[in-house]
């Protein structure tokens, strides 16, 4: 059966948004991955245009599918079946910052259990767990601003500052020296936190605005 070069567009449009929406990938995600730009990928899901066949093999790679799932309808083999790679990336990634963090109490544990036998069982012996919370704020933001989104590190600096706080305290309130004050030291650094947060957002979109203006001149 010869397919006509109009249908077989209209084939691959179909499959490539639908195994980008499987994996919840942008357009935009998928031109950078590709190194197109994200009309190039609309023109092909439009069916307007077809990626050249390394650009199909490039795709099928992103979207863990052979070059033939891409070019037919029919998609009931097993071995056809798109892998969601993305949601097993996610998965896994979620899973070595959940041991890496349980990790830390871990170390924590250990020491504590230590120290308890070393020492017979000193009062200040908690407060490992509380030197344990700062810690775990910097690997939390250490795998935020690698795998996951890096726009909610303000959140986890908050808590790793008031945590910084709060340990300075309690160590402090261990020998019997109140430092309550010291918290007002966080209400001015979390509002410049807050306001930090909020300067990489902006420009984004002005920038934006400004390339799509610069797209529409030409």
């Avoid at 030197?131 to 775990?136: K, T």
């Avoid at 795998?143 to 909610?152: A, E, L, Y």
């Avoid at 430092?179 to 807050?194: D, K, T």
């Amino acid at each position: 059966m010869v397919i006509k070069i109009d249908d077989l567009k209209k084939i691959i449009a179909k499959n490539i948004v639908e195994l980008r929406h499987l994996h919840s990938v942008t357009q935009v995600n998928l031109a950078q991955q590709l190194n197109y730009s994200d009309k190039a990928v609309s023109k092909w899901e439009r069916g307007e245009s077809v990626p050249d066949i390394t650009v199909l093999k490039q795709i099928a790679d992103i979207f863990g599918v052979t070059v033939d799932y891409l070019l037919s309808t029919d998609h009931k083999k097993a071995e056809d079946a798109p892998i969601d790679i993305a949601s097993l990336k996610k998965k896994n990634r979620l899973l070595i910052s959940g041991i890496s963090l349980l990790l830390v109490f871990f170390i924590a544990t250990f020491v504590f259990v230590l120290i308890r036998l070393i020492t017979g069982g000193a009062l200040w012996n908690w407060l490992i767990y509380a030197y344990a919370v700062p810690v775990c704020c910097i690997v939390a933001l250490v795998f935020n601003s690698i795998w996951f989104n890096p726009r909610k590190n303000y959140l986890i600096i908050s808590l790793l500052m008031w945590s910084l706080l709060a340990v300075i305290f309690f160590t402090f309130s261990a020998v019997d020296i109140d430092i309550m004050l010291l918290f007002a030291i966080g209400v001015p650094a979390q509002i410049i936190i807050i306001l930090w947060s909020g300067i990489g957002r902006r420009p984004k979109r002005k920038l934006k605005k400004i390339e799509n203006g610069i797209s529409k001149e030409n």
